[in-house]
């Protein structure tokens, strides 16, 4: 299944917790409803915090999966968020 289209990229690879969730809540404030964010992490802490914070914040997790070393993350941006 293809990847969905992300409308940004965000590089947060070599960062350790919490700065993948900041760096990505950072970005996510100049997105538009519906936008989607297209997050590199390195940091194993984000495969849980990175869930959680979509969650707790109204965005969605569109996916997550690992490429090589990377964490892969799609998270569309939440009509209220």
Sequence with gaps: MPEPHADRLLDCRRTLCPMPVVRTSQEMRTLAPGQVLKVLATDRGA??????????????????????QDLVFLIRKGEEA
């Design 47 to 68: 495969i849980v915090d990175i869930p959680a914070w979509a969650n707790d914040t109204g965005n969605e997790l569109v996916d997550w999966h690992e490429d090589g």
